[in-house]
């Protein structure tokens, strides 16, 4: 990011970000103990912004809302979730407020495109997957900042039509959410190449948390498709 300083040119501005799918489902082991290990994890590193995916159990989140909070981050939450049997969607986002933005606008997309929700031993669908956004501003910046999870490869098939519906659906609610930049960041469950992320808009580089692989960039401002 860049902005014009009262004197001078622009100026760059840095912003740290994680994103963390912490593999938090009803059966994983020892969620507890890892959900304290992740929240120190994250202090320790002091991002600006921190974007959790498959925060399913409340009883995680509200481990990671308690030890963040007294890190000094504030919660972002997908508006009205439910928490039983499982949180909307499992993502959990947090700021730092020693970072300076102040949070705002919060807004949850709720995919169209889904595996069926009659796959229970999958999950995808009945878990409401989607995208929590809100905007970022600080002085003359503002920065919409969007946390996904796309539709899992499960075998056979891997269910990759979904996940490009997906990234169509996307990319025009983040285009619809202002024109300023945004950052898109998460568990898009494949690669840039793995079904073309980058001609969606979406590109950066890689990390990721649990195995996961995880990508973020930046979104252009050009509408390709419509939820239907």
């Known amino acids: ?11 760059e501005t840095k912003l740290r970000v994680v994103s963390w799918n912490v593999h938090g489902a009803p059966g994983a082991a020892r969620r507890s103990e890892r959900m304290a290990t992740i929240a120190r994890a994250v202090a320790a590193r ?3 912004v921190v974007l959790l995916q498959e925060l399913w159990r409340q009883r995680d989140a509200e481990t990671l809302l308690a030890l963040l909070g007294r890190a000094g981050y504030t919660s972002v939450e997908v508006p009205g979730t439910r928490r039983w049997p499982s949180r909307t969607s499992g993502l959990l986002s947090f700021v730092r407020g020693a970072a300076g933005w102040s949070v705002g606008r919060p807004q949850f997309h709720e995919f169209c495109a889904e595996a069926g929700d009659w796959k229970l031993w999958q999950g995808d669908g009945f878990g409401d997957k989607g995208a929590l956004g809100f905007l970022l501003t600080r002085d003359e910046l503002e920065l919409a900042v969007w946390n996904t999870h796309l539709q899992a490869a499960y075998r056979p098939g891997g269910y990759g039509d979904v996940r490009r519906r997906q990234l169509a659906e996307l990319r025009t609610v983040v285009e619809a959410s202002g024109e300023g930049p945004a950052l898109v960041a998460g568990d898009l469950n494949t690669t840039p190449i793995g079904i073309g992320a980058n001609s969606y808009g979406f590109g950066g580089g890689s990390g990721g948390g649990g195995g996961s692989m995880t990508y973020g960039g930046y979104v252009s401002r050009n509408v390709i498709a419509e939820c239907k």
């Open 1 to 11: 990011m860049s902005r014009k300083p009262a004197r001078g040119g622009a100026r």
């Open 46 to 48: 002091k991002p600006d």
